[in-house]
């Protein structure tokens, strides 16, 4: 399920996951579209790396076109806790855990990918800080949703049609 070329950046460990060309990850769950691994670096019993196969560099590479892929994300992440026994995909209100994005520059890889944690109750203590919604450090999925109703989509250089 390899991206096209002009939507990978050969330099990105991100992108050469989302193509299969890191053999020593182990992909949990994937699509068209997306790619879900673990966290090298867990701060909880399950966290989750989701990533687009498509090279988008961060959360403030957004805008409101990006809402469904942003969902996509979300419940691609909670699909991924349901086929590890963590939540009842019926009732995840009861469920405590954590969907979110690291904003630049507290991003580790500039490939966008969201961190799904669970359960939110047992975040090593050591880390918390970094998953700590509405911070100038992390925005859960669902505040940048919300945001991103209000970004509009770049408006195309005009100098660049002729």
Not at 30 to 49: G, M, S, T
Request: charge should be negative; aromatic fraction near 8%; glycine fraction near 4%.
């Amino acid at each position: 399920m390899a991206t096209n070329q002009e939507d990978s950046d050969e330099d990105c460990i991100f992108c050469l996951i989302a193509n299969d060309r890191v053999k020593e990850t182990e992909i949990i769950k994937q699509n068209k579209e997306l790619v879900c691994f673990r966290d090298i670096c867990p701060a909880a019993p399950h966290h989750y790396l989701v990533i687009p196969r498509r090279h988008i560099v961060s959360c403030q590479s957004l805008h409101r076109g990006h809402i469904g892929l942003v969902e996509n994300m979300a419940e691609l992440g909670k699909s991924v806790l349901h086929d590890q026994g963590i939540i009842d995909m019926m009732d995840v209100r009861w469920v405590q855990f954590v969907l979110g994005f690291h904003k630049p520059p507290f991003i580790s890889v500039n490939h966008l990918h969201l961190h799904v944690l669970a359960p939110s109750t047992q975040i090593l203590d050591y880390l918390l800080f970094k998953f700590i919604p509405g911070t100038d450090t992390f925005v859960t999925e669902q505040s940048l949703r919300k945001h991103l109703r209000k970004v509009a989509p770049p408006v195309a250089n005009c100098m660049s049609l002729f």
